[in-house]
């Protein structure tokens, strides 16, 4: 199952709200999670079956979709939040991840 | 405190091998699947392989298959990749993953370890 993401960057303020996009080239129903990973550091879940907050996440962070489109979105922007995301289908192997999205500041 | 702790990377030539091993502490070693993840130098992530708790269930990315493989020793908190034939583009930090399945019904990659970096140049 290939993954793609959109933008594969973007540069935004601090308290911009933010959308990342990830597509499967098949559907997936909602098995699919983001992950986000800062210079230096292993990457980290963030959200998982589509739209399940992991324990400890902040709350600005969110997911939603199903099937082949999804959608993890930054609600108000943190300095914190400057970094790579990834999503990744768990529907089957071999397990696979999209390109990344980086968010930069603007 | 969970605590995943690779070692064995290093330098190796096209065509050698190389045997990853990940100390894990914190958890109920036994009853987690464990997968390796690596990523190369300023790419992404890609998965490459996973081994269910009791060895049962084993699944190898297709760019990996037939050269490397994946086994752990419940008894001693361990996981381990073994990689023969290795090529440059082997070339990653290799991280050793908790492979989380929620009550839900749903799985992700949960505590990831630092990495070890693997390089094979002549």
């Known amino acids: 199952i290939q993954m793609t993401q959109s933008p594969s960057s973007l540069s935004a303020s601090v308290g911009d709200r933010v959308t990342i996009t990830c597509r499967a080239s098949q559907i997936i129903n909602s098995y699919l999670n983001w992950y986000q990973q800062k210079p230096g550091e292993a990457p980290k879940v963030l959200i998982y079956?589509?739209?399940r907050l992991r324990s400890g996440v902040s709350s600005r962070f969110s997911g939603s979709g199903s099937m082949t489109d999804f959608t993890l979105t930054i609600s108000s922007l943190q300095p914190e939040d400057f970094a790579t995301y990834y999503c990744q289908q768990s529907y089957g192997t071999p397990l696979s991840f999209g390109p990344g999205t980086k968010v930069e500041i603007k | 405190e969970v605590q995943l702790v690779e070692s064995g990377g290093g330098l190796v030539k096209p065509g050698g091998s190389l045997r990853l091993s990940c100390a894990a502490s914190g958890f109920n070693f036994s009853t987690y699947s464990m997968s390796w993840v690596r990523q190369a130098p300023g790419k992404g992530l890609e998965w490459v392989s996973s081994?269910?708790?009791?060895?049962?269930?084993?699944h190898y990315a297709d760019s990996v298959k037939g050269r490397f493989s994946i086994s752990r020793d419940n008894a001693k908190n361990s996981l381990y990749l073994y990689m023969d034939s290795l090529r440059v583009d082997d070339t990653a930090l290799y991280y050793c993953?908790?492979?989380?399945?929620?009550?839900?019904?749903?799985?992700?990659?949960?505590?990831w370890g630092q990495g070890t970096l693997v390089t094979v140049s002549s």
């Open positions: 081994i269910s708790g009791n060895s049962n269930f084993i």
């Open positions: 079956g589509a739209s």
């Open positions: 993953v908790n492979y989380h399945y929620d009550t839900s019904g749903y799985s992700f990659f949960d505590y």
